[in-house]
């Protein structure tokens, strides 16, 4: 197994999917004159906030890996132990745990947002909070506003609480109404120059 990319980085640990492929068994193929094959377990590696970089390995082949880079002490135990309880968890659940809160279950964002975050690769609004400039690209219009949603909902929630995240919910709730007002307004100046033109040609006519 080759060495990860540099960007599946300690302090901001890589997305870490598990499946169960086929993989064939060569010498047994050949001595029965069949495809004869075996369930292999595989880890797929996706660095946080990028949708084009993905490693795949098989899991017994990783663990290995990592076990031998930790007791040469190139990676730290606490990043070890998550990648084994990550696939500890795959085994007994068939789905590694999202440490944080999911995009999904954010109550500050619509549909289009969250499809929008989690096509570019960010699952939990603690990835957003963090994300760099080439990981808000792939998100899209409005990425730098998402992150400072997401940080401020990160601090509302970790200095007040639940009042403090209500307050910080209002907040952004005004801002939204005072944005729909805006719009609303433009678009009645817009019907009422429409009129306007309309009444001017039909007293030419």
């Known amino acids: 197994m080759s060495n990860m990319p540099i960007t599946l980085m300690e302090d901001a640990p890589p997305y870490l999917d598990f499946e169960v492929g086929l993989k064939e068994k060569r010498a047994e193929s050949i001595a029965t004159g069949r495809k004869v094959y075996e369930d292999v377990e595989k880890v797929i590696i996706t660095p946080m906030g990028d949708n084009k ?24 135990e606490k990043y070890l132990e998550f990648c084994e309880s990550s696939y500890n968890n795959w085994k007994m659940k068939r789905k590694a745990p999202v440490s944080g809160t999911p995009i999904e279950a954010w109550p500050q964002v619509g549909p289009a947002e969250v499809k929008a ?31 400072k949603k997401a940080t401020a ?53």
């Open 53 to 76: 970089t993905q490693v795949i390995k098989e899991c017994d082949e990783w663990l290995a890996h990592l076990r031998e880079r930790r007791h040469h002490q190139m990676i730290s």
């Open 153 to 205: 909902y990160l601090l509302s929630a970790k200095k007040g609480g639940a009042a403090s995240e209500k307050m910080n919910s209002l907040e952004i709730k005004l801002d939204t109404v005072i944005d729909e007002k805006q719009k609303m307004e433009t678009k009645i100046a817009q019907l009422e120059a429409q009129l306007a033109a309309a009444s001017v040609t039909k007293s030419e006519d």
């Open 117 to 147: 975050i989690l096509d570019a690769n960010f699952r939990t609004v603690e990835d957003l909070a963090r994300a760099n400039d080439e990981g808000l690209g792939l998100i899209g219009m409005g990425a730098r506003t998402l992150k």
